[in-house]
């Protein structure tokens, strides 16, 4: 079972994402919160296996959740049409993949394929 930690700023965008989670068989959410500071508070105690990280709040502090949990995988999630251009961050331990508009429940059994 895969536990997921979602953060995103959208109340009704953060409780889809948390149900797709809860629907989906092999995955557990670990938790859904706001913000990143939220997320750091708690991620000791949450100890996901996968971030899922909304782009429009996703700066370098989401790279700390990665420094704190480097095991997990911390997926930057948009709806554009067009990826964000990342700047490679050289202190991230944690890989780092973005994900455009895509068949969600597809998109979550792809992260552990």
């Given amino acids: 079972m895969k536990r997921v930690l979602v953060v995103?700023?959208?109340?009704?965008?953060?409780t889809a994402l948390a149900e797709l989670v809860?629907?989906?068989?092999?995955y557990e959410l670990a938790g859904a919160v706001a913000t990143i500071t939220e997320a750091m508070s708690?991620?000791?105690d949450l100890t996901p296996d996968i971030i899922l990280v909304?782009?429009?709040t996703a700066t370098q502090e989401s790279h700390r959740l990665g420094e704190l949990l480097p095991m997990a995988l911390l997926v930057h999630l948009s709806a554009a049409t067009e990826p964000h251009k990342e700047r490679p961050d050289s202190s991230a331990k944690?890989?780092?993949?973005?994900i455009l508009k895509t068949d969600a429940?597809?998109?979550l059994r792809s992260l552990t394929a």
Wanted: hydrophobic letters at 20%; zero cysteines.
């Fill in 54 to 56: 909304d782009t429009d």
């Fill in 105 to 107: 429940p597809e998109f």
């Fill in 22 to 26: 809860e629907e989906e068989p092999g």
């Fill in 42 to 44: 708690q991620i000791s």
């Fill in 8 to 14: 995103e700023p959208h109340p009704h965008v953060l």
């Fill in 94 to 98: 944690t890989p780092s993949i973005s």
